[in-house]
C-alpha cells in the first residue's frame, strides 16, 4: 500500500502541517479524602493548568476555546461500603457543576464502584479515587511550552493564582502533609471557576503571540551570496511554565530548575501575615508558574482580566554544578541549596524504585553524570536545508524513487519512518511481511526501510521472530538477499530494524552470497537491566554510510528505545575490522561531545551511554556503505519538536519555516534521496 495519504498531505498543506492532539491527566485522591467535593474541584483545576501548555482552538474561530476540551472521568470508589456512596454522589455533583462553569464536557469514561475487600477480618477500602483525562486538538505543536527553564536573560518568573480564595495557603491533602504521615482536614478548592477559564485563554493567547515569546532569529554572517542566520534557539522554548500542583509553589519552582538545569533566585512576597512561610511554599492552590521575556506585557495581559500576578525572580545561565537555587520570602532567605544536591533529594524516590531495575553500578553512575552535566553542546556545521516545494507536487511522486517500510507483527514505527522519507522526495510503501510472504517482491524498490517495534512481542529476544520469519523461508530469504546484493539499493534500520539487519547479517561480518547463515555482531541486553527510553547526544562518525555522508562530526540529539541495545560482536576482531573500514557510523557521546575512549574508558558510562555498548557504537554500516543499522531513533528525532530538548542548540543555517521544522536528521534522508538520483 503506498502512503499516498501523507504525499498528498504535503502537496495540499504545502508542507508539514504541525497539527496534533493534546492530553493531560489530573487525580487527587487524597484531597478527595478530606472532602470530596473539593477534591473534584481540584481534579478539574489540575487538569486544565496541565492543558494549557498546548495551544488547542484558533481562538479567533471558535468563541469559548474550552468548548474544544472533552474528558475522560474514571472513577475509583469503595462505593458499597457506609458512607461512601453519599460520597460518590457528592464529587460527582461538583464534579458536573465545576465542569458546567468552564464549559467542558465529559464524554466518557469507566468506573470500579467495588474497591474494597476484607483480608483477615479487616475492611480495606481504597480512596474515593477520580482520574480526568483531558483531550483537544492541538493546533501547533511547534508552540508547545514545557517546563524546563529557559534561562533567557531578561525573562522573569511569574506566579499566577487562580481559582482560590487568595486568603487562605490550605496543607490539607498536600505532599508535605503526607510526608509527616497526616492527611489534614482543610485542602484547597476552586471557589472561582472563571478565574481558571480567564488564565487559561491568557495563556493560550501568550502561546500564540511570538512577540511575548520573544523570538530571538538575527542575521550574524553575511558571507558570498547565501545569508546565513543563526537560529538561536527553537522558538517556544523562550517561555516556560508549569503548573502548581502536588507539592505547592516550592515543588514547581524546583521542577523547573531541575529541568531547565539552571540556577533560580526568586523572592515571594507574603502579603498575609496570617500564612507562614511553610504554608506559602507547600500548599498546593491552584496556579501556575511560568518564565517570559516580556513580563509587563504578560502582567498588563493579566490585569485586564482582573487576575493578580506576581513577579518572584530570576533564573540565570548558571548550570548543574554550578547553579545555586535561592528562594526568600518578603526578602528573608529561606533556601539556598546547591541545585544538584536538592536534586538527588528529589531523585530519591526514582533511584529506590530504581533498585528494583536496574544495576547498582549504572544507578550509581546516573547519580554522577546528574551531579556534573551542565549543558549539552549540540553541534552541526553541515547544510540540512533543501528546497522542498517540489515534493508538494503530486505528479512529482510518479518519477520519485520508491522505499518499501517494511513492518511485522508488533512493529509500530511505521508511520514516522515513511514520513521522513516521504519528506525527503521518496515515494514510500506500506509493506508487511505478510505481503512479502505472499509474493509482493522488492525488485521496483531503491530503499527499504526496517521499522522500530516490538515484532513478537520480543518473546524469543528482540527481531528473533522476524528474523527467523526470513530465513527460515527459502522465498522470502531469496527476495531479502537478492535486495541486499543489488548495487543500486540501500537499506535502514532502526532499533528493532536494526536488530533485525544483524540477526540477518546485513551488516558485520559480511559475506559473499547468502548472509543469513550466522550473526556475527548481536545487540544484547541493555547493561543498566531495563529498557531504556531517553534523548541524548551522539557524534556522527567519518564513515562509509551513504546516508550519513557529509554529516560527520556533528553532534545532534537523537532518541533511544530499546531494552536490547548492545552491539556485542562474536570476536573482538569484527569490531576492529568495522572500525578500520569505517563502518561505525555513530557514536554516543557527552555533553562536549567526547566518547568513552577520549576519556581512555572503554565506552562512556550510563546514560550517556543507554545501553554499554563497547565503543560507544550506535549505528553499523556495511561494507559498502549501502546499509546502515542504527539503534537510536533519526526516525523520531527528524523534526525539531521530537527534540527533548533545544535550549541549547545553536546551528548556522538559512532560516525558512521549512528549515525550523527539520532537524538536521533529515539530512539523512535526503542523501538517500541524492544517491539513489545520482
Ligand atoms: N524501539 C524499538 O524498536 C525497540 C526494539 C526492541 N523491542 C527492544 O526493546 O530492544
Not at 233 to 246: E, L, N, P, T, V
Not at 266 to 275: A, D, G, L, P
Not at 423 to 447: C, E, K, N, P, W
Request: glycine content about 8%; charged content about 25%; aromatic content about 10%.
Amino acid at each position: 500500500m503506498s502512503y499516498k495519504h501523507l504525499m498528498q498531505s504535503s502537496a495540499m498543506k504545502g508542507g508539514i502541517f504541525p497539527v496534533g492532539g493534546a492530553v493531560s491527566l489530573g487525580e487527587q485522591p487524597i484531597k478527595m479524602l478530606i472532602n470530596a467535593e473539593k477534591g473534584a474541584r481540584m481534579c478539574i483545576s489540575e487538569t486544565i493548568m496541565n492543558l494549557v501548555w498546548a495551544p488547542i482552538t484558533d481562538l479567533k474561530k471558535i468563541a469559548s476555546f474550552l468548548k474544544d476540551v472533552k474528558m475522560s472521568g474514571n472513577w475509583m470508589w469503595a462505593a458499597k461500603c457506609e458512607g461512601e456512596g453519599a460520597r460518590l454522589v457528592d464529587a460527582v455533583g461538583s464534579l458536573c457543576e465545576g465542569l458546567r462553569q468552564i464549559g467542558c464536557a465529559i464524554d466518557g469514561g469507566k468506573d470500579s464502584l467495588s474497591m474494597a475487600v476484607t483480608a483477615h477480618g479487616e475492611l480495606v477500602k481504597s480512596p474515593g479515587t477520580l482520574v480526568l483525562s483531558a483531550y483537544a486538538p492541538c493546533t501547533n505543536v511547534t508552540k508547545v511550552v514545557n517546563p524546563a527553564l529557559t534561562a533567557t536573560p531578561g525573562s522573569k518568573i511569574l506566579w499566577i493564582r487562580c481559582g482560590g480564595d487568595k486568603n487562605k495557603m490550605r496543607l490539607g491533602g498536600s505532599a508535605l502533609a503526607q510526608v509527616y504521615s497526616q492527611i489534614g482536614d482543610d485542602c484547597p478548592d476552586i471557589e472561582d471557576f472563571t478565574e481558571i477559564s480567564k488564565v487559561f485563554s491568557t495563556v493560550q493567547d501568550l502561546l500564540l503571540m511570538d512577540k511575548l515569546i520573544g523570538t530571538v532569529l538575527h542575521p550574524i554572517v553575511l558571507a558570498g551570496f547565501s545569508f546565513v542566520f543563526e537560529i538561536i534557539c527553537f522558538r517556544s522554548r523562550r517561555f516556560a511554565g508549569h503548573d502548581i500542583s502536588d507539592g505547592g509553589l516550592i515543588t514547581a519552582i524546583l521542577e523547573m530548575a531541575f529541568a531547565g538545569n539552571v540556577a533560580v533566585d526568586v523572592n515571594i512576597r507574603n502579603t498575609k501575615e496570617h500564612i507562614s512561610p511553610i504554608d506559602l511554599l507547600f500548599a498546593e492552590e491552584c496556579g501556575i508558574i511560568i518564565e517570559v521575556l516580556n513580563s509587563e506585557d504578560v502582567i498588563r495581559k493579566l490585569e485586564d482580566v482582573n487576575i493578580e500576578c506576581q513577579v518572584i525572580g530570576t533564573a540565570s545561565e548558571t548550570y548543574g554544578p554550578d547553579a545555586h537555587i535561592r528562594i526568600h520570602v518578603d526578602d528573608k532567605l529561606e533556601i539556598n541549596e546547591k541545585l544538584v544536591d536538592l536534586r538527588e533529594e528529589w531523585e530519591l524516590v526514582g533511584d529506590k524504585l530504581g533498585e528494583f531495575q536496574t544495576n547498582m553500578k549504572s544507578l550509581k553512575e546516573a547519580k554522577e553524570f546528574r551531579g556534573k552535566c551542565r549543558k549539552i553542546n549540540y553541534k552541526c556545521d553541515f547544510e540540512w536545508f533543501y528546497e522542498t516545494s517540489f515534493i508538494y507536487h503530486e505528479q512529482y511522486f510518479s518519477t520519485a524513487p520508491l522505499v518499501a517500510i517494511i513492518r511485522e507483527e508488533g512493529s509500530n514505527g511505521d508511520r514516522e519512518m515513511a514520513s521522513a522519507f516521504t519528506l525527503a522526495g521518496f515515494q514510500t510503501f506500506d509493506v508487511t511481511m505478510t505481503d512479502i510472504l505472499s509474493g509482493h517482491t522488492l525488485d521496483a524498490y531503491r530503499g527499504v526501510a526496517f521499522v522500530g517495534g516490538f515484532s513478537y512481542a520480543d518473546v524469543l529476544g528482540s527481531a528473533r521472530g522476524w528474523a527467523a520469519g526470513v530465513m527460515f523461508n527459502e522465498q522470502v530469504s531469496k527476495q531479502f538477499e537478492h535486495f541486499r546484493l543489488r548495487t543500486d539499493t540501500f537499506s535502514y534500520g532502526v532499533c528493532n530494524g536494526c536488530q533485525l539487519m544483524a540477526q540477518l547479517g546485513w551488516i558485520g561480518d559480511e559475506r559473499e552470497g547468502n548472509a543469513c547463515l550466522e550473526t556475527t555482531v548481536f545487540l544484547d541486553e541493555n547493561e543498566c537491566g531495563r529498557f531504556e527510553s531517553s534523548f541524548g547526544p551522539v557524534k556522527i562518525e567519518k564513515c562509509k554510510s551513504i546516508m550519513l555522508s557529509g554529516m560527520e562530526n556533528a553532534i545532534l540529539g537523537l532518541w533511544s528505545s530499546h531494552g536490547e541495545g548492545r552491539f556485542t560482536y562474536r570476536s573482538s576482531e569484527i569490531l576492529q575490522n568495522l572500525r578500520e573500514n569505517g563502518q561505525v557510523c555513530v557514536r554516543f557521546c557527552d555533553d562536549q561531545g567526547k566518547i568513552g575512549s577520549d576519556h581512555n574508558c572503554e565506552n562512556l558510562p550510563y546514560p550517556l551511554n543507554p545501553n554499554g555498548s563497547i565503543d560507544d557504537v550506535a549505528a553499523i554500516c556495511s561494507r559498502d556503505g549501502r546499509h546502515l543499522a542504527m539503534m537510536p531513533h533519526a526516525d523520531r528525532s527528524f523534526l525539531t519538536w521530537q527534540w527533548a530538548e533545544l535550549n541549547s542548540v545553536t546551528w548556522n543555517t538559512r532560516f525558512d519555516q521549512q528549515t525550523v521544522a527539520l532537524s538536521p536528521w533529515i539530512r539523512m534522508f535526503r542523501n538517500a534521496f541524492n544517491w539513489c538520483n545520482a
